[in-house]
């Protein structure tokens, strides 16, 4: 899980309360005040403490069993693509409830899946990236902020996305930038165009972003974060009722591929691995 934030969180306990037995946290963040009113771990005495250490104490609360790995650090645009390949390379995951970094690292940990709660554009397409380059599921969550409405989150493949700004420019530069395909070609003159699915499942929102005075005001590359490093909170709010739902709409797609055995392996073209 790479974000513990306000939809990271309660996809962590989603998945830890639904029997997934290894779980790998990746945050660098600290708890503030102004987390209050959308993430799981936020509450008065955790002010200060990181995100994944709150977490990793609540989740063996919950099921002592269950093996919580964290790695203390952000993932970035230069650093995804080896994470992704350090982590994927690892395959033991022995149980061992005093994980930290290099603990980690020594004693390996593959992954199943990845659940995507990154707030940035360039890091989020880069985790994208990374999960394509090594043939591994993941699922991706697109903006929360200024939505309350958590009866229209949906999730859908990235390439039907809509009503999100987020997941939009990851799509806009998995395309121009990586090549990524945008429509196949028609067959024949009476069959229309039709987009690839690139079997990377996206929770969003169909719900239309709120806008604040001051968010109305601003360009729209100044509403849209491009980088999540780093501050508390935006112009735009949103609630627990929203960010949960998030986090549990993600789980619940990893549980199921996980449950059915039927991994969905993201790829460019939309096609499974030979």
């Excluded at 493949?157 to 121009?176: A, G, I, P, Y």
């Excluded at 999540?228 to 009722?241: E, H, I």
Aim: with cysteine.
């Amino acid at each position: 899980i790479i974000g513990l934030g306000g939809v990271g969180s309660w996809a962590a306990e989603s998945l830890c309360r639904s029997g997934v037995g290894n779980l790998l946290l990746v945050d660098l963040d600290d708890i503030c005040i102004s987390n209050t009113n959308r993430q799981l771990h936020a509450t008065a005495s955790a002010v200060g403490r990181m995100k994944i250490d709150e977490m990793k104490t609540r989740l063996l609360d919950i099921n002592p069993e269950c093996n919580v790995t964290l790695v203390h650090d952000f993932v970035t645009k230069e650093n995804a693509n080896d994470l992704v390949r350090e982590w994927n390379n690892n395959n033991d995951n022995s149980n061992n409830n005093n994980n930290d970094d290099d603990d980690y690292r020594a004693r390996g940990g593959g992954l199943t899946a990845v659940l995507d709660a990154i707030d940035g554009m360039q890091e989020k397409t880069a985790l994208i990236l990374a999960c394509v380059d090594h043939n591994i599921p993941i699922v991706t969550c697109g903006g929360a902020a200024g939505r309350t409405d958590p009866t229209q989150i949906v999730v859908d493949d990235l390439t039907k996305v809509t009503e999100d700004r987020l997941l939009f420019k990851c799509r806009k530069l998995l395309r121009q930038t990586y090549g990524f395909p945008k429509v196949d070609m028609p067959k024949s003159r009476t069959k229309s165009a039709r987009v690839r699915k690139w079997r990377i499942p996206a929770v969003y929102s169909t719900e239309v972003q709120q806008q604040t005075k001051m968010n109305a005001n601003a360009s729209s590359d100044d509403n849209e974060s491009t980088s999540s490093f780093r501050t508390c909170d935006g112009a735009l709010g949103t609630g627990c009722f929203v960010t949960g739902t998030y986090g549990f709409v993600a789980a619940c797609k990893i549980v199921e591929m996980i449950a059915l055995d039927k991994m969905v392996v993201p790829k460019k073209l939309g096609k499974k691995p030979q």
